[in-house]
C-alpha cells in the first residue's frame, strides 16, 4: 500500500495518539490538533478529506458515535510498515527481498560514507 506524505503523518498522528490511549476516540478534530502541534499546519478540509481517502482504503475505520465520526486505525505501524516493505520489494525488485536488502545496504554505505 502505497501512501503519500500527507497520509502518512496523518497515520502516524493516529497512532501516537493511540498509543497514548487504545480505547480513545479520534475525531478530525484531534489529528488537526496534533498535527498542528507538531508543526504540520492543515485545513480541516484537507484532513477531513485525506481520512476519508484513508477510510475508502481500508487502513482507517470510521464510526459515529452521536453525531460525530471517530476513526481508528486498521493496522498498526508495524502491519503498516510490514506491507509497505512487501510493496517496495514487488514494485521495484520483483518480490526478491534479497535484493531490497542488498539495495538498502549499498545505500546505507553510501550515505554514512559521504
Known sequence: MVCGKLEIDILNSIWNL????EDSDISIQDVVDDLTSSG???????????????TAKDILVRYRSGKKF???????RL???SEAVSTLAEQFFSGDYSKLVNFIEKELTDNLAV
Request: without cysteine.
Open 70 to 76: 471517530y476513526y481508528k486505525p486498521a493496522m498498526n
Open 79 to 81: 502491519e503498516m510498515a
Open 18 to 21: 493511540t498509543e497514548k490511549n
Open 40 to 54: 504540520v499546519e492543515r485545513a480541516y478540509t484537507t484532513i477531513k478529506t485525506v481520512m476519508d481517502r484513508l
